[in-house]
């Protein structure tokens, strides 16, 4: 496990143009995946022993120049491609893409603004002020345990105007369109993949950058997602005849009616659906969709435990129960945010900037937005290295719930061995990253003191205070 974590470590050390800033980016993933707290970079240094002094320096790797987030994130998925047990479908590696939304209070933090929460909790608030992250991850693991590990988190939303201050060639669009660039970036490292989206997601503008980047890359990147009871499809054009521009499109299909005007049609299959064997009804047709667009889809209409739902898949040939099977992993991502909060606090930064202008809750329709009215270079530095610090943060997270999710499948026997856990019931036989990161807590200083042949080792000893102490205590 320990050889397993220098390994993976070393391998992001040509990442980096100075060496202490390799340094820290060990302590700091290390320490988001055994702290015991959540209260940001603090928590690192109290359960890792590091000497307080260094909280500063700490604080000012996630600006440094010493690093590039494309960079690190390019080179974290290549090792999960190497690592990790990629689960496949048909030769296509499953990636899962979705939005997560976090409230931030901040007057003064990059890219805050008012965005829409829909949810059936009535915990939940309609409209928050916060930031809005797009996602992607790949399913690891095997049928009976898979685990989506974060490759991607990026801010999506009010960061556009801020983005083009580096003078990259690169035109950010909307987060919709994001989601498939980031998708399709993944792709080009893990190979031909299918990603699983909400419903959100499927739109035309979606669906034109996607067939724009497959064009130039054989088809690299398919999409299934779902679509809207609404939703309205087209059958292709009969063969033309007579003068006129060809028709683009045949007859409308209201997709809503087809579950009542076609119910003797409905197939009826047995498929593993979120861990169980379920009886399903389903109907697949190959329709035109989208206004202007009318690109072909596979639609399948699914009638499962009373309720009714519309999958769509870009991959014409793709088997209709291969598809219904398939989005029951979708929200694999979702147990990926909830432990990226919860256990790892990804999202507790707390990084601002005096150069940020301050937050208007409260603005007109049409209003230019004071960001926008920034010329001096040095204020946009500062601004642009703030908003590097707080995808960093949430970067430095997506590693370690990745690492623990890969150990987790990788090492569960070893840490199943001895019960240092309460648990009500007897653990699975793969654990959760929770488990992982209690065993690793409870045990890193003793991996410290004994091992002098891994360079992680070395690093952490380096930084702290009184290592000695900590020495002895393990001895006695």
């Given at each position: 496990?320990?050889?397993?974590?220098?390994?993976?470590?070393?391998?992001?050390k040509?990442?980096?143009?100075?060496?202490?800033?390799?340094?820290?980016?060990?302590?700091?993933?290390?320490?988001?995946?055994?702290?015991?707290?959540?209260?940001?970079?603090?928590?690192?240094i109290?359960?890792?022993?590091?000497?307080?002094?260094?909280?500063?320096?700490?604080?000012?790797?996630?600006?440094?120049?010493?690093?590039?987030?494309?960079?690190?994130?390019?080179?974290?998925?290549?090792?999960?491609?190497?690592?990790?047990?990629?689960?496949?479908?048909?030769g296509?590696?499953?990636?899962?893409?979705?939005?997560?939304?976090?409230?931030?209070?901040?007057?003064?933090?990059?890219?805050?603004?008012?965005?829409?929460?829909?949810?059936?909790?009535?915990?939940?608030?309609?409209?928050?002020?916060?930031?809005?992250?797009?996602?992607?991850?790949?399913?690891?693991?095997?049928?009976?345990?898979?685990?989506?590990?974060?490759?991607?988190?990026?801010?999506?939303?009010?960061?556009?105007?801020i983005?083009?201050?580096?003078?990259s060639?690169?035109?950010?669009?909307?987060?919709?369109?994001?989601?498939?660039?980031?998708?399709?970036?993944?792709?080009?490292?893990?190979?031909?993949?299918?990603?699983?989206?909400?419903?959100?997601?499927?739109?035309?503008?979606?669906?034109?950058?996607?067939?724009?980047?497959?064009?130039?890359?054989?088809?690299?990147?398919?999409?299934?997602?779902?679509?809207?009871?609404?939703?309205?499809?087209?059958?292709?054009?009969?063969?033309?005849?007579?003068?006129?521009?060809?028709?683009?499109?045949?007859?409308?299909?209201?997709?809503?009616?087809?579950?009542?005007?076609?119910?003797?049609?409905?197939?009826?299959?047995?498929?593993?659906?979120?861990?169980?064997?379920?009886?399903?009804?389903?109907?697949?047709?190959?329709?035109?969709?989208?206004?202007?667009?009318?690109?072909?889809?596979?639609?399948?209409?699914?009638?499962?435990?009373?309720?009714?739902?519309?999958?769509?898949?870009?991959?014409l040939?793709?088997?209709?129960?291969?598809?219904?099977?398939?989005?029951?992993?979708?929200?694999?991502?979702?147990?990926?945010?909830?432990?990226?909060?919860?256990?790892?606090?990804?999202?507790?930064?707390?990084?601002?900037?005096?150069?940020?202008?301050?937050?208007?809750?409260?603005?007109?329709?049409?209003?230019?937005?004071?960001?926008?009215?920034?010329?001096?270079?040095?204020?946009?530095?500062?601004?642009?290295?703030?908003?590097?610090?707080?995808?960093?943060?949430?970067?430095?997270?997506?590693?370690?719930?990745?690492?623990?999710?890969?150990?987790?499948?990788?090492?569960?026997k070893?840490?199943n061995?001895?019960?240092?856990?309460?648990?009500?019931?007897?653990?699975?036989?793969?654990?959760?990253e929770?488990?992982?990161?209690?065993?690793?807590?409870?045990?890193?200083?003793?991996f410290?003191?004994?091992?002098?042949?891994?360079?992680?080792?070395?690093?952490?000893?380096?930084?702290?205070?009184?290592?000695?102490?900590?020495?002895?205590?393990?001895?006695?």
């Amino acid at each position: 496990m320990w050889k397993l974590l220098d390994q993976v470590f070393n391998r992001f050390k040509k990442c980096f143009s100075r060496q202490a800033g390799f340094h820290w980016f060990v302590i700091i993933v290390i320490g988001f995946m055994i702290r015991a707290d959540t209260l940001g970079v603090t928590s690192v240094i109290r359960d890792l022993a590091i000497a307080p002094t260094s909280y500063s320096t700490m604080m000012h790797f996630f600006r440094a120049y010493s690093w590039d987030s494309n960079t690190l994130r390019n080179q974290w998925i290549c090792i999960v491609k190497s690592i990790a047990p990629i689960w496949q479908e048909d030769g296509m590696t499953v990636l899962v893409g979705d939005g997560v939304k976090q409230p931030k209070e901040a007057r003064k933090m990059p890219g805050v603004k008012k965005l829409h929460q829909e949810s059936e909790n009535s915990s939940k608030a309609e409209y928050i002020f916060g930031h809005m992250f797009g996602g992607v991850g790949v399913l690891v693991g095997n049928i009976g345990k898979l685990f989506c590990v974060p490759l991607s988190l990026k801010l999506h939303d009010g960061v556009k105007s801020i983005r083009q201050w580096d003078n990259s060639e690169e035109i950010y669009e909307s987060h919709v369109v994001e989601m498939i660039k980031d998708g399709f970036k993944s792709a080009k490292i893990m190979g031909r993949s299918i990603m699983l989206l909400d419903r959100y997601f499927l739109s035309v503008p979606a669906l034109k950058k996607l067939e724009e980047l497959n064009s130039a890359n054989s088809h690299l990147l398919h999409i299934l997602t779902k679509a809207k009871m609404s939703c309205v499809a087209y059958t292709k054009p009969g063969q033309y005849k007579g003068k006129g521009r060809p028709r683009k499109k045949g007859d409308s299909i209201k997709l809503k009616e087809l579950f009542t005007s076609s119910k003797e049609e409905f197939k009826e299959a047995t498929i593993s659906i979120y861990g169980k064997e379920e009886k399903v009804q389903y109907l697949c047709h190959n329709l035109l969709w989208g206004q202007k667009l009318y690109q072909e889809l596979r639609f399948v209409l699914v009638k499962y435990k009373g309720i009714n739902s519309i999958l769509v898949s870009t991959k014409l040939d793709l088997n209709p129960e291969t598809i219904i099977r398939l989005y029951s992993y979708r929200f694999k991502i979702e147990c990926t945010f909830r432990e990226l909060k919860q256990v790892i606090g990804g999202f507790s930064y707390q990084f601002w900037s005096k150069s940020m202008p301050k937050l208007k809750k409260y603005t007109k329709k049409g209003e230019t937005h004071p960001v926008d009215e920034i010329t001096c270079k040095k204020t946009k530095e500062l601004i642009l290295a703030t908003l590097k610090a707080i995808e960093g943060y949430v970067l430095c997270s997506s590693i370690a719930i990745g690492l623990l999710q890969i150990i987790s499948l990788r090492f569960s026997k070893d840490i199943n061995k001895t019960s240092f856990r309460f648990l009500r019931t007897k653990s699975n036989a793969i654990v959760s990253e929770a488990t992982v990161a209690c065993y690793l807590r409870r045990n890193i200083f003793s991996f410290i003191s004994k091992t002098n042949k891994f360079s992680i080792s070395e690093i952490i000893k380096d930084k702290q205070v009184e290592p000695l102490f900590y020495e002895e205590s393990q001895a006695s």
